[in-house]
């Protein structure tokens, strides 16, 4: 089950019920039935775990370069930084429950480009820039394009 990421398919029931904002996260016999061919089918579990994953567009979080902070704070000031999202989309015009309920990578995105645009300095990672650090990591020297 190395694909499914230590993920159960209870796990996984649980999360798409709260990402589609069911309030009864019960188990239903339909569902139960489905849990059940997930456990006799780790292939069409794994794909499932991947298809939400793509869902939640993990991919698609923008990357910054590292700062020496080590908190998991925002700005280190002892807030969340989930919630430092939230406010500042909210801050910007953004409903709080949308702020709340859209994906992930749409919201770090959006409050991104609102930091940005009120002077925050964000070092973002390039495509290139990533790529080259992938071929480092792998002992390739990048080429030199003019």
Not at 3 to 10: E, F, Q, R, V, Y
């Amino acid at each position: 089950m190395n694909s499914t990421l230590g993920i159960t398919p209870t796990d996984l029931l649980i999360a798409v019920k709260v990402c589609a904002e069911e309030s009864d996260l019960r188990v239903g016999f339909w569902e139960e039935v489905r849990l059940r061919v997930y456990q006799y089918q780790p292939e069409k579990f794994a794909e499932e775990v991947a298809r939400f994953v793509d869902h939640c567009h993990l991919h698609a979080w923008p990357k910054y370069w590292e700062s020496s902070k080590t908190s998991d704070s925002a700005d280190g000031v002892g807030i969340p930084w989930p919630l430092m999202i939230v406010t500042n989309l909210v801050a910007n015009g953004i409903e709080e429950q949308r702020a709340w309920e859209m994906p992930e990578s749409q919201a770090i995105w959006m409050s991104t480009a609102f930091s940005t645009r009120a002077g925050a300095k964000v070092n973002l990672l390039t495509t290139e820039e990533e790529e080259m650090m992938e071929a480092i990591r792998r002992g390739e020297l990048p080429s030199q394009q003019g």
